[in-house]
């Protein structure tokens, strides 16, 4: 969604509003470890779950600059150009904001949480970048004032029946809020934006109870912020960003109200922490984040123009002769492979390499890095054997520089098998594949993405086999893995979801392939251009199963 018709959004969301400004539809994720992969409601929950985590964690640690916040204000003021009450806030945040100020302005009725809210629900990225200055002062000021002890807070809300239900299908699971949650310490205070009468169609009256213990290690902070607060009456305690609960139960009680009880936990306890903390090292580390690495999470989460446009951002921030530069062709040249722009992928990558020989020894890893994307690029052009020679020139630095069991090995040799089965030669594809796994299980969490990534390769060999028991085996583990490390809408994950349909297609179980197929569609979508080759493909698979059910 671009940014002015966000705002226009925001508009209209306005008129429908009654007298409460914070019913709005409540931004949550979903761990849920234990319901099953193949339903299609679940695919993807602990992806997103993981992702939006890491999204606000490296906004937060990249440093901003007035130019940013001199950007909000611009844009602001060009939406609500016609609102001399927004204006004015708007031209009193631009001379008077500062720091200490944060929690003042998000608490005050104005253009800042009405925008920053609707920004974090639908994870509008241009808005959210604008934002990070004001994310990290909220933050700071939060832990300034923190609680010290533990306390029952609540929150009331109007929902939709589909929100409830997602939230009913999560008890005993955890529940990350992807935005600031507002809670009081007051019951009644909740209870009273829940009003007296029944909820209007479709709505539910919901009373959140959350048991909040701030001497747990690893929790995200929250503080009782009525001294600070623009409504101090509230006597409001405000929850950080991202903060993960224990979805405890969800009862009906007389009043008409549901009420859910959820416990904060701390960042340590949920499942995915070991895999969250080996991504958070494969982006950024644990030091202040770079523009660049901002470009390298949005890729990674699928989210391929914006991760277009913050490259190029940097390229145009960047002094000519920068070393940072060659990173950013890499990053744009991965963008259009997988944007199925194959032609302007290897012109990319041979720019970063012409860089990198011109400024590195020999056998330095960027120079692998660059000839196994190029490797990728002739393969998404059908020249398989350019491609293996530039994977067989990567594979050699990475073993001589890293050893036999590093990852990057792993994901040469699996990039070779790839190119063995597309030339029939099975055998040697599958002990490539076999040997990316093995170094994979070695030194990734069980639940990587290039875990999942190469049981879909291994998948792929046995299908072309015709060993259709043993690839939907891999196939199933792979989309078991990518649901849970990847977003919902992640091109990945439809992949496998397309090529477990084939597998029903060919075993003349049609109907289970059209759901496969129509899945994986959906995903396409929304994450790919329309003419990119996987859509294109899906369609056709589509119209021909469709054809032969009639």
């Not at 989210?303 to 913050?310: G, H, N, S």
């Not at 290897?346 to 860089?355: F, T």
């Amino acid at each position: 969604m671009r940014l002015d018709e966000l705002i226009v959004q925001i508009q209209l969301d306005q008129k429908k509003r009654t007298n409460n400004e914070r019913n709005e539809s409540l931004a949550f994720s979903i761990f849920n470890a234990t319901t099953a992969i193949h339903e299609q409601s679940t695919t993807g929950l602990n992806g997103q779950f993981l992702h939006s985590q890491l999204l606000i964690d490296c906004l937060i640690r990249m440093k901003s600059t007035t130019i940013d916040k001199n950007e909000l204000v611009s844009l602001c003021k060009a939406q609500y150009k016609r609102n001399k009450a927004e204006l004015k806030n708007i031209h009193e945040f631009e001379q008077d904001y500062s720091a200490d100020s944060a929690l003042k302005w998000y608490t005050r009725p104005s253009f800042l949480y009405q925008v920053l809210n609707k920004a974090l629900r639908i994870q509008n990225i241009d808005l959210l970048f604008l934002f990070r200055f004001f994310i990290r002062d909220l933050g700071r000021q939060l832990e300034q004032h923190r609680c010290l002890l533990p306390i029952r807070i609540y929150r009331g809300r109007l929902m939709s029946n589909d929100e409830l239900k997602s939230l009913r299908d999560a008890v005993g699971q955890f529940v990350s809020i992807n935005s600031f949650f507002s809670t009081s310490i007051n019951r009644d205070v909740a209870l009273f934006f829940l009003g007296d009468s029944e909820a209007p169609n479709g709505l539910q009256r919901v009373l959140f109870e959350i048991d909040a213990d701030p001497r747990l290690e690893g929790i995200k902070p929250f503080a009782n912020i009525s001294s600070v607060s623009h409504c101090p009456g509230e006597e409001e305690v405000l929850m950080m960003i991202g903060s993960i609960f224990r979805l405890i139960g969800i009862h009906y009680e007389d009043n008409q109200i549901w009420t859910v009880r959820m416990r904060l936990c701390s960042d340590n306890d949920h499942d995915l922490k070991l895999i969250s903390d080996q991504m958070k090292n494969e982006f950024f580390g644990a030091e202040e984040t770079s523009l660049g690495q901002f470009g390298n999470l949005l890729r990674c989460m699928g989210k391929f123009d914006d991760a277009e446009r913050y490259y190029l951002r940097l390229l145009k921030e960047l002094p000519h002769d920068h070393q940072d530069i060659a990173g950013c062709y890499r990053g744009l040249g991965i963008v259009a492979f997988n944007k199925g722009q194959y032609d302007q992928s290897l012109k990319w990558h041979r720019k970063a390499l012409e860089i990198f020989e011109g400024t590195l020894e020999s056998n330095h890893l960027h120079l692998a890095d660059s000839r196994n994307c190029i490797g990728s690029a002739y393969e998404g052009k059908g020249k398989f054997r350019h491609a293996l020679k530039s994977y067989e020139e990567a594979l050699v630095i990475y073993q001589q520089t890293l050893g036999e069991d590093h990852h990057d090995v792993a994901m040469c040799f699996g990039n070779m098998g790839n190119i063995y089965q597309e030339e029939k030669k099975y055998s040697k594809a599958l002990e490539c594949h076999r040997k990316a796994l093995i170094i994979w299980q070695k030194s990734l969490p069980a639940d990587h993405h290039y875990l999942g990534s190469t049981h879909n390769n291994i998948a792929n060999v046995y299908y072309s086999l015709g060993h259709y028991d043993l690839a939907l085996q891999h196939y199933s583990e792979s989309l078991k893995i990518k649901a849970r490390s990847l977003p919902r809408q992640h091109p990945s994950v439809a992949n496998t979801l397309k090529n477990i349909g084939d597998i029903y297609e060919n075993m003349g179980q049609l109907q289970q392939a059209i759901t496969y197929f129509e899945q994986a569609a959906d995903i396409y979508g929304h994450t790919l251009p329309p003419m990119h080759p996987h859509v294109v493909c899906i369609k056709k698979n589509i119209q021909r199963v469709s054809s032969q059910i009639r």
